[in-house]
């Protein structure tokens, strides 16, 4: 039965950590809509001038850490209920 319940949660601590992803980065751009006074056009020239290297570097941010702070958290919970 615990593994179940160990499965579960491990399901709904990645699902908790993409939702969250999800919410950093909005964050993100609408702060930044309101530090640089972005409009249509700004935000086009900003995504034509990002490189890959600055694609892969907003997602490893926006992804990675909520991933790695719900997995501090599911270590924490695990190691409690152990």
Same mark, same amino acid.
């Given at each position: 039965? &615990? =593994? =179940?319940?160990?499965? *579960?949660?491990?399901?709904?601590?990645?699902?908790l950590? /993409?939702?969250? /992803?999800? !919410?950093?980065? *909005?964050?993100?751009?609408?702060?930044? #809509?309101?530090? #640089? %006074?972005?409009? !249509?056009?700004? &935000?086009?020239?900003?995504?034509?001038?990002? #490189?890959?290297?600055?694609?892969?570097? $907003?997602?490893?941010?926006?992804?990675? $850490?909520? %991933?790695? /702070? *719900? !997995?501090? $958290? !599911?270590?924490? *919970?695990?190691? %409690?209920f152990?």
């Amino acid at each position: 039965m &615990w =593994i =179940i319940g160990g499965v *579960l949660s491990f399901y709904l601590l990645q699902k908790l950590a /993409a939702l969250l /992803a999800i !919410g950093l980065f *909005l964050l993100a751009v609408w702060m930044k #809509s309101k530090i #640089s %006074h972005m409009d !249509g056009e700004k &935000w086009d020239q900003y995504f034509r001038t990002l #490189s890959n290297r600055g694609y892969t570097a $907003v997602f490893f941010v926006f992804y990675t $850490v909520p %991933h790695l /702070a *719900l !997995g501090w $958290v !599911g270590y924490l *919970l695990y190691s %409690h209920f152990c």
